[in-house]
């Protein structure tokens, strides 16, 4: 069974870099795809980026400039990090595995991390 | 706010059907697959319908996706209580060059 479980801190001062890190268990994330997706309180899924099994990333042009997303696969976990974070990146973090590489087939997700950028 | 339009709620009463509507354009919906994702409140989404009408592993036959143009449509039949939840749909733009999301439709049962 494939789980996945973001880690992090859940305050980050405006202006400082938001790091999240999801563990994988049950597959190598050698073997897929994988995303970040996050979600505003109370607001919609905004999609972050996307990690293909190929090595490549590809980012959601809004973030592009402030997001970094790689692997790690000694550990078996995929990270994110956000620069310049402001209160408007304030939202519950999740990572998923993108089956069989498609960018919409989205399982599983993670329970998802609650990140605040406060000062 | 969302390139994809949903709307924000629907309802209906036990045993009944629900229709929950996805509208785009031609760079997202109309030429790109669709999936369809149900939150129930404090969880994270899971994954209902891909490729526009596949039903993923699990998922009961009583969810169906289609899509028409630049349209997609989620159908709920047999509603139950359980299905309570936020319904999101996605799709790849291809102009934007990136995953795009609906605002979500809560579904209420009456």
């Known amino acids: 069974q494939v789980q996945l479980l973001e880690s992090g801190p859940g305050l980050v001062k405006p202006s400082e870099t938001l790091s999240l890190s999801c563990n994988v268990s049950?597959?190598?994330?050698?073997?897929?795809?994988w995303s970040w997706i996050r979600q505003s309180p109370g607001k919609g899924l905004e999609w972050i980026g996307y990690l293909y099994y190929t090595g490549s990333i590809n980012y959601n042009p809004s973030l592009k400039a402030r997001a970094t997303i790689s692997a790690d696969k000694s550990q078996n976990q995929f990270s994110l990090t956000l620069r310049s974070v402001t209160a408007v990146d304030s939202a519950v973090y999740y990572c998923?595995?993108?089956?069989?590489?498609?960018?919409?087939?989205?399982?599983?997700w993670g329970q998802g991390t609650l990140v605040t950028v406060s000062s | 706010q969302f390139v994809l339009t949903q709307p924000p709620s629907v309802s209906a009463a036990p045993g009944e059907k629900v229709t929950i509507s996805c509208s785009g354009r031609?760079?997202?919906?109309?030429?790109?697959?669709v999936s369809w994702f149900q939150q129930l409140p404090g969880t994270a989404p899971r994954l209902l319908i891909y490729d526009n009408n596949k039903r993923h592993s699990g998922i009961p036959d009583r969810f169906s996706g289609s899509k028409s143009g630049t349209s997609a449509t989620l159908d709920i039949s047999g509603l139950q209580t359980a299905d309570e939840a936020d319904f999101y749909c996605?799709?790849?733009?291809?102009?934007?060059?990136?995953?795009?999301f609906g605002g979500g439709t809560k579904l209420t049962v009456l």
């Open positions: 998923a595995r993108a089956l069989r590489g498609q960018l919409l087939r989205l399982d599983p």
């Open positions: 031609f760079s997202n919906i109309g030429n790109n697959y």
């Open positions: 996605g799709a790849w733009d291809s102009t934007l060059n990136a995953v795009v």
């Open positions: 049950g597959v190598s994330i050698s073997g897929d795809s």
